[in-house]
């Protein structure tokens, strides 16, 4: 598999790996092992330069992560080369989350990240779960809303970051793509075989269980030679981190 890869269903092509931004932005009521400093603009800079020169194009963000969507729309450099992932439905406040899945708050989530991110367009947005997924999906207008939003040309592709099974195959069924968890404890098995038979793209979180992975070699070679799974998200703040995890995600990606 190599290590750039078409999403299915759209005109996205996104690295293998991808780099997630929560560390640039928050630093607040975070599941991190260790404790962290959010670095400074040049750090990030180099960061980003470091991962685009190295071929990752894939970045993840959302309106929970504190100041990460600003921060990337002052600091990002050639829009065109990268795909910006971001979310919908989770605001961090005084630090605790709230939820919101209306129209309202779903158009304005939109317009607000465009505003952020110093761009015209977001390549992906994902439903940011509060663990309802269905529920979500059934019964509020944020996936309305989104549709609305991607035929007016402001999204090029909609999915759903997901936590439970039967809302990651719903969620699958009914948008561009799914992002779910898979690592050696946690494998959402049967939405990635739905994903795999439906043609839709396939985004994973949480692939090194949030830093508490125990291999990470066992856990790249999990996550990039799974078939079905497109790209997987990890975080990091750590240039070495960030070249080691290249190393090993090209070494398993040809």
């Excluded at 092509?13 to 630093?27: C, E, H, P, Y």
């Excluded at 779910?180 to 269980?209: F, H, P």
């Excluded at 750590?238 to 398993?252: F, R």
Aim: proline share 2%.
């Amino acid at each position: 598999m190599a290590f750039l890869r078409e999403l299915p269903g759209t005109t996205l092509t996104v690295s293998a790996l991808g780099l997630g931004t929560v560390k640039i932005g928050r630093d607040q009521g975070v599941k991190y092992p260790e404790s962290f400093t959010i670095p400074d603009d040049q750090e990030v800079l180099k960061l980003l330069a470091l991962a685009r020169e190295s071929g990752i194009n894939l970045l993840d963000t959302a309106p929970a992560y504190g100041s990460s969507e600003e921060r990337l729309g002052k600091l990002l450099t050639h829009r065109a080369d990268w795909v910006i992932a971001t979310k919908t439905g989770e605001e961090f406040e005084q630090g605790k989350s709230r939820f919101d899945f209306s129209a309202a708050h779903t158009r304005k989530s939109i317009e607000r990240s465009l505003k952020r991110l110093k761009t015209d367009y977001l390549d992906i947005v994902l439903i940011h779960s509060d663990g309802n997924d269905e529920d979500i999906l059934n019964n509020s207008d944020c996936v309305a809303s989104l549709k609305a939003c991607q035929e007016e040309g402001k999204i090029r592709a909609i999915g759903m970051s997901t936590k439970t099974i039967a809302g990651g195959i719903q969620a699958a069924s009914l948008l561009d793509l799914v992002m779910i968890t898979y690592n050696l404890e946690q494998r959402d098995q049967a939405v990635l075989d739905y994903a795999l038979e439906n043609n839709k793209g396939v985004l994973i979180k949480k692939g090194l269980m949030s830093g508490h992975a125990g291999s990470i070699k066992e856990s790249m070679a999990n996550l990039f030679t799974t078939k079905g799974i497109h790209a997987a998200i990890i975080g990091t703040i750590n240039p070495t981190h960030l070249a080691e995890n290249l190393k090993l995600a090209k070494e398993y990606t040809g």
